[in-house]
């Protein structure tokens, strides 16, 4: 099977039902994205298909072939994910940072899709968990990002 | 090699080289040694080696600091970074006193050895929010002794006296000719001295400071927004396999046979199963396949047999959490004095009113988000490299060494970054994968990384412990309280973990009980002690992540009876400590003015505030939640929390903190419990054992109060007072009153 991961076309030696959070980790030995639970909880494993955020831990390969995946190793590839990297610098979100991957592309994922989201589309796109409690300098960062600090492209 | 190649564009992919020993570009041109070489070769020069012998704990700088021609400071730090900012502070700190930017530093975790055990000069952990306070001096005095010895060498170089020196951040600098030298330049030459005798060392004046107290920036921030931090369970090791594990579903069974095994065997993918104690293992190319592998093992698992080891806990097929609460409510011992003065019984006798309650607390998780991991591998050599989360590299590597007959010098403790700890990764017994993944390591004859899924984490994970709390408190004619009594039927985390001493009260199972600054003339704080079958764990603000919720609520309770004001009765309790009461009056401020209400908030809702203090590992806390209900849960909107750590680093890592901290206790508060049913927990992942999500976060104040008192922790205290203040709100607004967590067992109208 083939999947196309940052641009980048691989071919995979895998079951079709794997998920694709294993095969980014181990089968292609990209790390950034991460476990979290494996059951869709917490978000730990997000990334983009197609720009729309997706949990990989419960996303077998098979309905992913063709789509153009992103992981947080080609974030800064994205104007719009480079800009979260930046404000997530700079509000100094992350602490253990386990979840932060998910978090980036998360934000990604909503400001490629609202430049200007309201409070009500932030309560319902970010939704990762973070067990060091950093959701209020998450908060911060993506009202910096959703407020005139220059328009999602 | 166990990476498929691109189709398109080949690159290079990761080879399992050195990933794991540094993030950053001076290293890049010494990947020809070894993982477990880098560390060793870190440029132990002749004349400080000589000294090595007897040179105390954090005094032999090249143990300590790398500095680049480029003028980059490497720094081995004693303590692990797990979030909570230490690689940072320990920069502002070694680089207040070298003079040299934080922001040039590259921090790793150094290896295991005595150079590093600069808590007390004898020993290290990572925990109990001990590191910057207990290495302070030493961890500036090694900053100074590095300069001197940069000093030093530029005086030669310069050919000029060292009277005639001075530095400027990452320069030293001749005045008098106008010259300069980068450290970078000399740092060879540098560390290549003897290095001076501490005692000759003098300190910077704290006027002079020029990063510490200051909010400097986080080290690894970026790279923990892109995804290049790299933690144990990213571990890559040449030809390495991967393997996963099923533990037997109570503790101490041991595996009886595998039914299917070779069914199991034959599936595309699996290396090889193995019996492990009380667990079962599969080894394969990759870990998804090892791990449905190892989840379709058809096991029969036998009780303990005469076998069984004596030490080990075993969790009996009828344990349930809800009938242990019974039991612990019902011990009716006095239990062993942890503190009792004046005279308990006499002011009980005499008192007019006297109030009794008993409080629970429950069990929890630690709930880290990256689950457990172990890479094991055994080299040509006989020596063994082992990289995992963990809090206490010594404490692993004699453990290791016990284990496997090694001598701890030929055992590689890496400690990478941690994705999360809260008391997670301290040296448990049955909870930690090094020996599984050791045995295999072995058994494969491969380097094999081991990772939990979260689902046998939550199978193993040891618990915060549960107790009750019998509680007895007497007022005076004015109805303030004149005696309280405290009986904690509990076992603590530390007899838990390392065995009880029948002599004396486990400190950790009663903090938070005890060590409370009111001025109440009569009390008695006890234990009484009851054996757990599960594990336990220090947790985060270990015994007053619960004693301080047990101790605050029954004082608020005890406070209404006698018709006092929370805030006032605290602060007439706190009469002639001029530290607390300040601390107390700064959170108030920090609030607007105190107001307990109900009272009707602009948005129309009833809403009540509540109000605790703590004084965790050497600092102390004051914290005010505003609550209302909301379709019948309840809703924190504001948390305000002072904070007086005495003296501070980094005044952001500290907000930071203490909004982690906050975020932990109203977890606990509000959904936090591990439920026991048949001996086994009834949650296995996140979906049955909620944790806070951010949409239950609330707007943090924080405070920070600088008494000058000697210097207490910070990754723990904002922890303890918030589980009270949430629920002293919510029993004034609702009038129920609040004698357990979590909140959510808890029905309330709106
Ligand atoms: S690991 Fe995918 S949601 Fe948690
Ligand atoms: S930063 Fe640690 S889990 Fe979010």
């Known amino acids: 099977m083939q999947l196309t991961i940052n641009n980048e076309t691989y071919d995979i030696d895998a079951d079709g039902e794997t998920p694709l959070l294993w095969v980014i980790r181990d089968n292609l030995g990209m790390t950034g994205t991460k476990y979290g639970c494996g059951v869709a909880q917490c978000g730990a494993c997000s990334v983009l298909v197609d720009g729309v955020v997706t949990r990989s831990c419960v996303t077998p390969i098979e309905v992913v072939e063709g789509s153009q995946i992103t992981t947080i190793e080609a974030i800064e590839s994205d104007p719009v994910g480079k800009r979260v990297v930046e404000k997530w610098v700079e509000h100094q979100v992350p602490q253990c940072g386990y979840c932060q991957s998910g978090q980036v592309m998360a934000a990604t994922s909503l ?3 609202t430049a200007k989201p309201t409070e009500e589309d932030i309560e319902y796109a970010m939704l990762n968990l973070c067990r060091c409690g950093t959701y209020n300098f998450i908060s911060a960062a993506i009202h910096d990002l959703a407020g005139g600090e220059g328009d999602a492209q | 090699m166990t990476f498929d190649r691109p189709a398109s564009a080949p690159q290079d992919l990761p080879t399992g080289a050195p990933v794991n020993m540094s993030r950053r570009r001076f290293l890049i041109g010494t990947t020809t040694a070894t993982a477990g070489a880098l560390v060793l070769g870190f440029g132990i020069p002749t004349k400080a080696r000589a000294q090595a012998a007897n040179m105390a704990p954090g005094t032999r700088v090249p143990a300590f600091l790398e500095i680049r021609p480029d003028n980059t400071v490497r720094f081995l730090s004693p303590f692990v970074e797990g979030g909570q900012g230490i690689y940072t502070a320990m920069a502002q700190i070694v680089g207040e006193e070298l003079d040299a930017d934080p922001s040039s530093f590259v921090v790793e975790s150094a290896p295991a050895g005595t150079d590093y055990l600069v808590v007390g000069g004898s020993m290290r952990i990572t925990g109990g929010s001990m590191s910057v306070r207990t290495s302070y001096d030493t961890m500036r005095k090694l900053g100074a002794l590095a300069r001197a010895m940069l ?41 290549d001295l003897e290095v001076p005798d501490p005692e000759s060392i003098t300190l910077k004046d704290p006027a002079d400071f020029r990063w510490i107290r200051q909010p400097v920036e986080r080290l690894d921030v970026y790279e923990k927004s892109t995804g290049k931090a790299v933690y144990s369970i990213d571990t890559k090791v040449d030809g390495m ?66 076998d069984a080891d004596p030490t080990a806990r075993y969790m009996p097929a009828d344990f349930s959490t809800a009938a242990f609460a019974e039991r612990l409510a019902n011990e009716t011992g006095e239990g062993m004095d942890a503190e009792n003065e004046g005279d308990v019984a006499a002011a009980f006798a005499e008192a007019e009113t006297t109030l009794e309650a008993t409080y629970h607390s429950q069990y929890v998780n630690h709930g880290q988000l990256e689950p457990p991991s172990t890479t094991a591998r055994f080299n040509e050599d006989g020596s063994l490299d082992v990289w995992m989360p963990n809090q206490a590299p010594e404490q692993f590597q004699g453990a290791i060494a016990r284990m496997t007959g090694l001598e701890a010098s030929q055992i590689n403790i890496h400690s990478p970054m941690l994705g999360g700890f809260f008391g997670r990764h301290f040296l448990y017994p049955h909870a930690n994968p090094y020996p599984q993944a050791i045995q295999l390591a072995k058994e494969t004859g491969r380097p094999v990384k081991l990772i939990w899924s979260r689902e ?39 007899e838990g973990i390392w065995g009880r001493n029948p002599e004396s009260v486990d400190g950790t199972a009663v903090e938070g ?43 608020d309770e005890l406070g209404d009876t006698g018709g006092q004001d929370p805030f006032e009765m605290r602060m007439k309790l706190l009469e002639g400590n001029t530290r607390l009461q300040t601390l107390l009056q700064s959170v108030a ?83 936090e419990e591990s439920v026991y049913e048949n001996g086994m927990p009834k949650a296995r992942n996140f979906d049955m054992y909620p944790i806070l999500s951010p949409d239950r976060m609330p707007r943090v104040h924080v405070k920070i109060v600088e008494s000058g008192a000697p210097m207490g922790g910070i990754g723990e205290p904002g922890l303890p007072a918030v589980p009270p203040a949430v629920a002293n709100a919510v029993s004034t607004l609702t009038g129920q009153r609040i004698r357990s967590m979590p909140l959510s067992k808890y029905t309330f109208e709106s």
Do not use: C
């Not at chain 2, 939550?458 to 009594?485: H, I, N, Y």
């Not at chain 2, 054996?531 to 605050?552: C, H, I, K």
């Open chain 2, 241 to 306: 396999v991967h393997a996963a594990v099923q533990h037997a579903p109570r503790l101490g069974l041991t595996v009886g046979s595998i039914v299917n095994e070779a069914e199991v065997a034959a599936m595309p993918g699996v290396i090889s199963i193995h019996t492990l104690p009380g667990a079962v293992a599969v080894v394969s190319e990759r870990w998804w396949t090892a791990r449905r592998a190892v989840e379709s093992l058809n096991v029969e698992w036998n009780e303990p047999g005469a």
């Open chain 2, 456 to 494: 046998e984490e939550f199978l193993r994970d040891p618990l915060r412990p549960m107790a009750a709390v019998r509680f007895k408190g007497a007022l005076d004619s004015t109805g303030m309280p004149v005696a309280l009594e405290a009986i904690s039927a509990t076992e603590g985390p530390t």
């Open chain 2, 513 to 555: 009980l005890s060590g409370k600054s009111y001025g109440i003339p009569n009390h008695r704080i006890a234990q009484v002690y009851v054996e757990n079958p599960t594990m336990l764990a220090y947790w985060r603000s270990v015994g007053n992540s619960m004693n301080d919720f047990l101790y605050e609520s029954f004082l």
């Open chain 2, 151 to 191: 000093l030093e060498a530029a005086a030669a170089r310069l050919d000029v006296p060292v009277s005639e020196l001075t530095t400027e951040p990452g320069h030293v600098v001749h005045a008098a000719s106008g010259r300069t030298v980068t450290y970078g330049e000399i740092a060879d030459a540098a560390l």
């Open chain 1, 111 to 113: 400001l490629k899709e």
């Open chain 2, 589 to 671: 401020d920090l609030s607007g003015g105190w107001k307990r209400g109900p009272f009707e908030a602009e948005d129309g809702t009833m809403r009540a505030r509540g109000i605790a203090m703590a004084s965790p590992f050497g600092s102390h806390t004051a914290a005010i939640a505003e609550v209302s209900i909301d379709r019948g849960e309840v809703k924190v909107h504001d948390i305000w929390q002072a904070i007086d750590p005495g003296s501070i680093v980094n005044p952001a890592i500290i907000e930071a903190q203490v909004n982690s901290a906050v975020a932990l206790g109203l977890s606990q508060v509000l959904l």
